[in-house]
């Protein structure tokens, strides 16, 4: 299980520009702002950041500069492959450690949607103990009770983070991962894939 939320695309406008720096073509700038304060690219700018995108990554270096920012919720084992991605990146993550105790177990909190009957029994057998723990740590703060939550707690346990990233490292997470077994990063591909001008500067291997 995998949730993408609260998406922003920021600073298109700077990146563009300097994107033309080299050539000092700024005079052939033709995007704007439309009612809604979304960025548009116009003909010039649109075909000039596409040639620049495919002509690999000496040259699209204005992509780094485009930034966008989200919300993923994720089990934890999903998150320990994505933080391969350590350049470009930045996350502030829910803390388990020091508010694993401050609500329910319950199954919402684990991605469990592919877990077969069998499994799924286990599960419930671990979260009833991870609940057992969380009420007697609650009543004595007795901090045994509370490693045992945190050392017991399962990969599939899902985490929130709001992650910043920038269009280049957008490139290297979809052609890496499009593919992947897990389907949590064929999610997060569809969503990169619906970003604003993808096509033209993220799937750039396409053409």
Known sequence: MIKVERISVMNMENAIRGAR?????????DSSYDKDGNYVLGENDLSLAHRLAKAGSDHRKFL???IVSMDITAPLYWW?????????????????????????????D?????????????????????????????????????????????SSFNQMRTVSMNYEVLINIYYARRYHKL??????????????YAKELILVKED
């Open 21 to 29: 720096n080299p050539l000092n073509s700024w005079a052939r700038m």
């Open 64 to 66: 780094r500069q485009i």
């Open 80 to 108: 320990k492959e994505f933080d391969t991605y350590k350049v470009g990146t930045v996350a502030n993550s829910t803390s388990t450690m020091h508010k694993i105790q401050a609500k329910e177990f319950s199954r919402e």
């Open 110 to 154: 684990f991605s469990c949607d592919r877990l077969t009957e069998d499994a799924m029994a286990v599960l419930d057998s671990v979260i009833a103990y991870l609940e057992d723990q969380r009420l007697k740590f609650l009543e004595t703060k007795e901090k045994s009770y509370w490693h045992n939550m945190i050392q017991l707690l399962p």
């Open 183 to 196: 389907a949590e990063w064929h999610t997060l591909c569809e969503e990169i894939e619906k970003l604003p």
